[in-house]
Every structure is written in structure tokens, then in C-alpha cells.
């Protein structure tokens, strides 16, 4: 009989903690700080990945042309479009609102940057991009466009 409670008030406390404890999702369209752009947090496998959705300014003023990843390290890969770009791949829910052990590309600088996503609230999380530990590295708040 002690077994048969312990159990019931086992399980009672695990719905009660899950149910308190709300995983909020990235997944959907946002932009950054400056709004140069929107991207889109999507699932590619078991994992999230981001890729480019819209740019304010889509051609390269020099040439008219859509904008190119022209400081891509790989020469094989700088004609190609920044608009519809993946640029962020490989993110995997870690805890507490926390995607991780993902890549963000800079395609203005060509570098790659380990990264994780931590939702702020329902409709901000914090991007940070970094090389080796996540103490140090760069962080932008995103703010979701829909």
C-alpha cells in the first residue's frame, strides 16, 4: 500500500511540475536590433535551423543585383543568394528555453560562430554567437515578427 501512494504522489508532483514548467518555442519569423532583416527559426530533422526570409535591402546598391555571399571563405559558394540563405543550423533544445550546440553564419564577415538561442519571453530570445566558450562572443535580442 505504501508503494501504491508513493507512486500516485509521484506522479501527482510530475504533472504538477510539468505542467508549471512551459517550454516556449522558437520556432516561427523574427528580426534583429537593426531590422535588416527577418529569419525564420524552422525544424530541419530533429534540430532547428535559420534561414534568411527577407531583406530591406535586397540588391547590392553597387550593382542592382541580389545581394551574394561574397565573403564566403569558399569561393565555390559566394554567388550564391543571401535571401533565402541557411544560415544557422544544428540547434538542439537543451533546458529552461535553451536551443544549443548550434552554428550561426555571418555571411558579412563569412565567419561561422558556435551559437545558442534562450528564449527570453514568447516573443524575444537571445541569439549569442561565439568562438570556444559562450562567456564570450556577441549577443543580440530578436524580437518575433510573427
Do not use: H
Amino acid at each position: 500500500m505504501k508503494k501504491f501512494l508513493f507512486l500516485c504522489l509521484s506522479v501527482l508532483l510530475s504533472a504538477a511540475g510539468g505542467a508549471s514548467a512551459q517550454t516556449l518555442s522558437p520556432l516561427g519569423t523574427w528580426t534583429n536590433a537593426d531590422k535588416k532583416a527577418t529569419f525564420e527559426i524552422y525544424k530541419c530533422g530533429n534540430k532547428l535551423c535559420g534561414k534568411i526570409v527577407t531583406l530591406t535591402v535586397p540588391n547590392d546598391p553597387k550593382t542592382g543585383k541580389p545581394k551574394t555571399d561574397t565573403m564566403n571563405p569558399d569561393p565555390k559558394l559566394r554567388n550564391r543568394p543571401r535571401l533565402g540563405m541557411v544560415f544557422m543550423q544544428g540547434f538542439e533544445y537543451d533546458a529552461d528555453n535553451k536551443w544549443d550546440d548550434g552554428k550561426i553564419y555571418d555571411p558579412e564577415s563569412g565567419k561561422t560562430y558556435s551559437c545558442y538561442m534562450k528564449m527570453l519571453n514568447a516573443n524575444s530570445m537571445e541569439v549569442k554567437g561565439y568562438i570556444g566558450f559562450s562567456l564570450i562572443g556577441k549577443s543580440q535580442t530578436w524580437t518575433r515578427v510573427k
